[in-house]
T-cell receptor, first 110, second 117 residues
Framework: KNEVEQSPQNLTAQEGEFITINCSYS?????LHWLQQHPGGGIVSLFM???GKKKHGRLIATINIQEKHSSLHITASHPRDSAVYIC????????????FGSGTKLNVKP | GAGVSQSPSNKVTEKGKDVELRCDPI?????LYWYRQRLGQGLEFLIY????????KSGLPSDRFSAERTGESVSTLTIQRTQQEDSAVYLC???????????????FGSGTRLTVV
């Protein structure tokens, strides 16, 4: 059983659509990270959450600690948002050792 | 430099040979991480360095893997007697204070693609 589960595995959307990617985790966490991996392999850290909600441009990340669930939302999606989005959990007992989800491959069509 | 630099970007080696991968973190970043990503799979944590503290080696898959970092500078990941299952992209990341907050510049390098033939 994976400590971090993501859904969906693959997602195709039309430009402009509102997108939601879900992440559920089973470990007690100190923080939940969302990462973006571009087709060339480069990875960018998008958010680190321990509670509530964060917004950065068209990206919004939320977390519900009681339900052990986080969502990443993309508003007004654009083809340049096409990437793999990875959820990663930092367990309470080791803040810097992440459990990674398998990723959600997003393809936004023009 | 402005980002995390890894070298080489690609490495093809014969089974049984040793390889050394290098990571130059962002200047001033005290925390440095190594991850591995096998083809079609998720990221795996390998090792974490924080300043002069003892590294967290709990993710290293076998004793053929080792990593060093001197102070807050360059790190090298060494794989001895490489096996085909070691083929993967090896990613390095650094951050300030080890918190990973985006405002603290948690940044990944572009990775080293290792192919063991």
């Amino acid at each position: 059983k994976n400590e971090v589960e993501q859904s969906p595995q693959n997602l195709t959307a039309q430009e402009g659509e509102f997108i939601t990617i879900n992440c559920s985790y089973s470990v007690g966490i100190s923080a939940l990270h969302w990462l973006q991996q571009h087709p060339g392999g480069g990875i960018v850290s998008l958010f680190m959450l321990s509670s509530g909600k964060k917004k950065h441009g068209r990206l919004i990340a939320t977390i519900n600690i009681q339900e052990k669930h986080s969502s990443l939302h993309i508003t007004a999606s654009h083809p340049r948002d096409s990437a793999v989005y990875i959820c990663a959990a930092s367990p309470i007992y080791n803040f810097n050792k992440f459990y990674f989800g398998s990723g959600t491959k997003l393809n936004v069509k023009p | 430099g402005a980002g995390v630099s890894q070298s080489p970007s690609n490495k093809v080696t014969e089974k049984g040979k040793d390889v050394e991968l290098r990571c130059d973190p962002i200047s001033g970043h005290t925390a440095l991480y190594w991850y591995r990503q096998r083809l079609g799979q998720g990221l795996e944590f390998l090792i974490y360095f924080q300043g002069n503290s003892a590294p967290d080696k709990s993710g290293l898959p076998s004793d053929r893997f080792s990593a060093e970092r001197t102070g807050e500078s360059v790190s090298t990941l060494t794989i001895q007697r490489t096996q085909q299952e070691d083929s993967a992209v090896y990613l390095c990341a650094s951050s300030l204070y080890g918190t990973g907050e985006i405002n603290y510049g948690y940044t990944f390098g572009s990775g080293t693609r290792l192919t063991v033939v």
